[in-house]
Structures are given as structure tokens and as C-alpha cells.
């Protein structure tokens, strides 16, 4: 019920900077925490950057003071700004939303297809 489209990956080169955005769309009753999560080839999945639907966020030690991510609750977005990225930030990145899509339904977590971002040395 609840589907993320991601956007804004691409090809950029070190020191460059990129803005991913996810929209979250479909039948919901609410939706709580958002995030983005990254996997690297031949690497497992971590996490990027979390944030709550009242604005605390949190992030992966190796994006910190690089990275920043925010939400327009009104869009049902969030987004992830990604500055001076280096090629070890290469990853497909993962959109991610814990929802209800029913007053009486449990909370699950709900996953973006993935956006491919590159960094060239």
C-alpha cells in the first residue's frame, strides 16, 4: 500500500554533490520514521541517514558532516543531500518508510527500489 520512488542518483566525480529524493505514494494511514540506506558492491547494507517525522535525525558514521537528509511531510518526500562525496560513497541507495496503512494495521517498513549513485576519482 505504500510505494517510494527514488530519484537524483547519476554519475559525478569526487568532490561533487547530488540531492536524492524519495516520494512516498499510495493508500496509508501514516507514516513515521524515514531513511536511506546504502549497499556498495560486495558489501552489505548500512545505513546512510534516518529521520522522524517530527525532525531528529541520525546518521551512518562514515556520512557524517557530509551527508544531511530532511522531510516535507506535506509531499510524503524526504530527501538526502549529498556533498563532497568521494567514490568509496558509490552505492545503489535505498529509500526507506516505517507506515501504518490502516488505523488498526501494524507498523512495516516499506522499500524504494534503489537510485544508482557513482563517484569517479
Known amino acids: 500500500q505504500v510505494q517510494l520512488v527514488e530519484s537524483g542518483g547519476g554519475l559525478v566525480q569526487a568532490g561533487g554533490s547530488l540531492r536524492l529524493s524519495c516520494a512516498a505514494s499510495?493508500?496509508?494511514?501514516?507514516?513515521?520514521?524515514m531513511g536511506w540506506y546504502r549497499q556498495a558492491p560486495g558489501k552489505q547494507r548500512e545505513l546512510v541517514a534516518t529521520?522522524?517525522?517530527?525532525?531528529?535525525?541520525n546518521y551512518g558514521d562514515s556520512v557524517k558532516g557530509r551527508f544531511a537528509i530532511s522531510r516535507d511531510n506535506a509531499k510524503n518526500t524526504v530527501y538526502l543531500q549529498l556533498d563532497s562525496l568521494k567514490p568509496v560513497d558509490t552505492a545503489v541507495y535505498y529509500c526507506?518508510?516505517?507506515?501504518?496503512?490502516?488505523?488498526?494495521?501494524?507498523?512495516?517498513?516499506?522499500w524504494g527500489q534503489g537510485t544508482q549513485v557513482t563517484v569517479s576519482s
Open positions: 499510495g493508500r496509508f494511514f501514516s507514516i513515521n520514521a
Open positions: 526507506n518508510a516505517q507506515a501504518r496503512i490502516g488505523l488498526y494495521s501494524g507498523i512495516y517498513d516499506y
Open positions: 529521520i522522524t517525522n517530527g525532525g531528529s535525525t
